[in-house]
């Protein structure tokens, strides 16, 4: 399995592993699970024995806030930020690969922190138009068209 390292602000080397697709594009992988593209590669997960930090490095914050305009029904909204570590991880890995593919969790706390223009290769991934509707593990990347 290809694999690329990147140093944290401290200096520990944290392993992402990578997937290539056909035309020969790098993938950093940030998930544990497997993935099928619409290149016909597969990315068949991390094996037992890979060091998983890289999920953990990547962990988005989420505080949840009352909104009292809801009122006399109880309701929060969340916010999503991703620590100043996650950044300069997604900003070192995205100098290594063509793409780092990451949950929309994550795509959703790089906008809501002003962040989203800044890492362009930092992408989420869009099932293929026939396998939208699949469950999980019967989606299909759809290697055209990334979701932002």
Not at 9 to 15: A, C, F, L, R, S
Not at 82 to 104: A, N, P, W
Request: net charge neutral; hydrophobic share 40%; charged share 30%.
């Amino acid at each position: 399995m290809e694999k690329v390292t990147v140093k944290t602000m401290d200096g520990k080397e944290i392993v992402f592993p990578v997937h290539t697709l056909k035309n020969g594009r790098k993938i950093a992988i940030t998930s544990k699970h497997s993935f099928k593209f619409s290149d016909g590669t597969e990315f068949p997960g991390v094996p037992e024995d890979f060091p998983t930090d890289f999920v953990d490095a990547l962990t988005v914050q989420r505080e949840f806030r009352e909104v009292k305009e809801a009122l006399p029904n109880k309701a929060t909204e969340s916010v999503q930020r991703l620590s100043i570590e996650g950044q300069l991880l997604l900003e070192r890995l995205s100098k290594k690969v063509d793409i780092v593919l990451v949950s929309y969790m994550v795509i959703s706390a790089l906008k809501e922190m002003g962040l989203r223009y800044e890492l362009p290769k930092v992408l989420a991934m869009n099932s293929t138009p026939e396998t939208a509707r699949e469950v999980p593990e019967k989606k299909i990347v759809d290697i055209n068209n990334w979701a932002w």
